[in-house]
């Protein structure tokens, strides 16, 4: 199972970006996936996480109303769009999945067994 997240990068505070995770070797399809991110210095956190039962999702409290995630599933890929970024948002965002349909919150990210490399999100002016 490869995961691969892409879509990074520098952005100023207010803008907007949007992560990917593609999965080769594995069909996101069946499976719960989720994004956790990890501040230097800091615990790692879940952010947010889809299930793939009925694409129910989850979103931590400091996320909410701001990021959205989604599946295409014919691309075998799951996106985190982020809208109005904030310096404390700055991380390396990982997307990770594990043989389970259901998150039961976004917690759930962080002890699925899959786990890709992650991108960096940088937000300064």
């Known amino acids: 199972v490869q995961l691969q997240a892409s879509g990074g990068g520098l952005v100023q505070p207010g803008g907007s970006l949007r992560l990917s995770c593609t999965a080769s070797g594995f069909t996101l399809e069946y499976y719960a996936v989720g994004w956790f991110r990890q501040a230097p210095g800091k615990e790692r956190e879940g952010v947010s996480c889809?299930?793939?039962?009925?694409?129910?999702?989850h979103y931590a409290d400091s996320v909410k109303g701001r990021f959205t995630i989604s599946r295409e599933d014919y691309k075998n890929t799951v996106y985190l769009r982020m809208n109005s970024l904030k310096p404390e948002d700055t991380a390396v965002y990982y997307c990770a999945t594990d043989h389970v349909a259901e998150c039961r919150n976004v917690d759930s990210t962080l002890v699925m067994n899959y786990r890709g490399k992650g991108t960096q999100v940088t937000v300064s002016s």
């Open positions: 889809i299930n793939s039962s009925d694409g129910s999702t």
